[in-house]
Nanobody
Framework: QVQLVESGGGLVQAGGSLRLSCAASGSIFSIDGMGWYRQAPGKQRELVAHITSDSRTNYADSVKGRFTVSRDNAKKMVYLQMNSLKPEDTAVYYC???????????????WGQGTQVTVSS
């Protein structure tokens, strides 16, 4: 069984910063891509940032230059540093990872439970 657990959300004023963390645990052979998605009320879930197993990154245009995704493979963790936050960044942020539970299986897609980020104006 595999779990992704996020932490680090909260309430911050516009222009402030937050750092989200996501820890993967359980029966894990390897982790491929990891990423962060967000979903605001009434909107579809959208990709925020993605990082490959060899640390190549890509970002949504709306967060480029403000957010930074990173990972620690030894700790099985992915992070999202969010700077210069705007009210429109308010959403539930979800961690995502493609994880292999053994060398013979194709990777499965896993989600965390989500963490609320609220940016006040």
């Amino acid at each position: 069984q595999v779990q992704l657990v996020e932490s680090g959300g909260g309430l911050v004023q516009a222009g402030g910063s937050l750092r989200l963390s996501c820890a993967a645990s359980g029966s894990i052979f390897s982790i491929d891509g990891m990423g962060w998605y967000r979903q605001a009320p009434g909107k579809q879930r959208e990709l925020v940032a993605h990082i490959t197993s060899d640390s190549r990154t890509n970002y949504a245009d709306s967060v480029k230059g403000r957010f930074t995704v990173s990972r620690d493979n030894a700790k099985k963790m992915v992070y999202l540093q969010m700077n210069s936050l705007k009210p429109e960044d308010t959403a539930v942020y979800y961690c995502n990872a493609r994880i292999r539970q053994d060398r013979y299986r194709t990777p499965d897609n896993y989600w965390g439970q989500g963490t609320q980020v609220t940016v006040s104006s």
